[in-house]
């Protein structure tokens, strides 16, 4: 049974860092291609940051890059995003997905495997 379980979450003051993550139990982990989405209220969802089954390539939105990095770690099953300088837009659920096949997407409909989400909200 697949399963994605993202934490980290939670309340920061603009300019703080956070750091979540996506435990995952998705068999042989180094077959996926992680990502991380965000859906803000009364927003679609949207995509900020993607990696490879290797990580040797990784996919930003332009409104993160240079503050996020997405990691993974292929002995612990787990990704990463660390956020730094967090601003009030960032705020949103934060959810995890999987894509079988080790190739990055932009697309959420390409992903197969979804977390449940972990709230990030950043006060100005």
């Known amino acids: 049974q697949v399963q994605l379980v993202e934490s980290g979450g939670g309340l920061v003051q603009a300019g703080a860092s956070l750091r979540l993550s996506c435990a995952a139990s998705v068999g042989t982990f180094s077959n996926y291609a992680f990502a991380w989405f965000r859906q803000a209220p009364g927003k679609e969802r949207e995509f900020v940051v993607a990696?490879?089954?290797?990580?040797?390539?990784?996919n930003y939105a332009d409104s993160v890059k240079g503050r996020f990095t997405i990691s993974r770690d292929n002995v612990k099953n787990t990704v990463y995003l660390q956020m730094n300088s967090l601003k009030p837009e960032d705020t949103a659920i934060y959810y995890c997905?999987?894509?079988?096949?080790?190739?990055?997407?932009?697309?959420?409909?390409?992903?197969?495997?979804w977390g449940q989400g972990t709230q990030v909200t950043v006060s100005s």
């Open positions: 997905a999987a894509r079988y096949g080790g190739r990055t997407s932009m697309r959420d409909d390409e992903y197969n495997y």
């Open positions: 990696i490879s089954w290797s990580g040797g390539t990784t």
